[in-house]
């Protein structure tokens, strides 16, 4: 296979396993990565699920090893957005800002990005202290944190956050939705406050470089104030990078087996590293077995 490369758009668990199989059969993998390398899983207070680790392990830790293994192999993640990716009828093309690259197959593991407060008006002012995960809070100390959901992300994000800081969980609806162990972890973290039948209306600027978050609730308006503010809300599949053309062929152009969607993007509600590590896998060993037939 020597002299085969393929297009990787995403350097999350799905497409850093789909990279390091694609390497033991000596083809390369041409890996994209608009953010961090370690995706959403970044963001994992601590993974129970992945089998070879029976105490559990932290996301970033767990992501240090998949990185590791990655480096020892001699992958090298490209750090440009792909903006587009299209299919000439023979090769497909991944554009960033800097350039453009081909190969014969592609392989699409951008994972999901979150739903965000549509409803929500958020000054200019204040979107430096709303988030959508927690990774980049993770340094932050003696702060107050508010948290807008009641999945298993909410819990998992505040469970994270309380190591170092006060967290308020604002569910609107009236019972948790997440796993019921996060719950009873949660419930016993005496940093952590959880609030249901909460709807978050508004967000303002307030004294101190602080958030003010007007709620309704059963006792009324509720005013609380916070250093930042993170959405827990849903996420959707990352697709924007598929040229309109390509969307349309997507169907067909997996069927012919050179192109391959792996991972959160196209799991729905099995989104889980196992999972995604094992797409990759599955979608690299699909690659090379083509290849093999084209010669
Ligand atoms: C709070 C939380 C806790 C979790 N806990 C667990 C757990 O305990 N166990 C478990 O198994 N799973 C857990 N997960 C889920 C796990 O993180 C995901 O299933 C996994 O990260 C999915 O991997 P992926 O590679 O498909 O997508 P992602 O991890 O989302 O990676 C996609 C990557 O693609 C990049 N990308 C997207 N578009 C482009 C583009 N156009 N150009 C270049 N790069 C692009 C993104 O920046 C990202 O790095 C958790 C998730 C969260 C949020």
């Given at each position: 296979m020597e002299g085969e490369q393929v297009i990787i758009i995403g350097a999350g668990p799905a497409g850093l396993a789909a990279a390091i199989q694609l390497k033991r059969y000596g083809i390369h993998p041409l890996v994209f990565e608009r953010a961090e390398v370690g995706g959403l899983l970044l963001n994992a207070n601590l993974v129970e699920n992945y089998p070879g680790f029976p105490s559990g392990i932290p996301g970033p830790e767990l992501v240090e090893l998949f990185v590791k293994q990655a480096h020892n192999l001699g992958i090298a993640v490209t750090f440009e957005q792909v903006s587009a990716l299209d299919y000439d009828g023979e090769l497909f093309r991944a554009s960033t800002d800097q350039k453009s690259y081909s190969a014969r197959m592609a392989v699409i593991a951008t994972g999901t990005q979150p739903v965000a407060f549509t409803d929500l008006v958020i000054s200019d002012e204040l979107k430096s202290k709303v988030f959508y995960e927690v990774y980049p809070l993770l340094g932050v100390q003696g702060k107050s944190v508010a948290i807008v959901g009641s999945g298993d992300a909410a819990f998992d994000y505040g469970l994270n956050l309380s190591r170092k800081n006060r967290v308020v969980i604002l569910n609107r609806?009236?019972?948790?939705?997440?796993?019921?162990?996060?719950?009873?972890?949660?419930?016993?973290?005496?940093?952590?406050?959880?609030?249901?039948?909460?709807?978050?209306?508004?967000?303002?600027?307030?004294?101190?470089?602080?958030?003010?978050?007007?709620?309704?609730?059963?006792?009324?308006?509720?005013?609380?104030?916070?250093?930042?503010?993170?959405?827990?809300?849903?996420?959707?599949?990352?697709?924007?990078?598929?040229?309109?053309?390509?969307?349309?062929?997507v169907k067909e152009l997996e069927d012919q087996g050179i192109l391959h969607m792996i991972g959160d993007v196209k799991n729905g509600l099995y989104r889980q590293t196992s999972i995604a590590v094992g797409d990759g896998v599955r979608a690299a060993m699909k690659i090379y077995n083509r290849l093999k037939e084209q010669r």
């Open positions: 609806g009236d019972s948790p939705k997440c796993l019921p162990l996060l719950w009873e972890r949660a419930r016993n973290v005496a940093a952590i406050t959880y609030r249901e039948q909460t709807t978050l209306c508004q967000l303002g600027a307030c004294p101190g470089n602080r958030i003010r978050l007007n709620c309704q609730s059963p006792e009324g308006v509720l005013q609380l104030d916070a250093d930042y503010v993170v959405g827990a809300i849903g996420r959707q599949p990352r697709l924007a990078c598929l040229t309109d053309a390509l969307n349309q062929s």
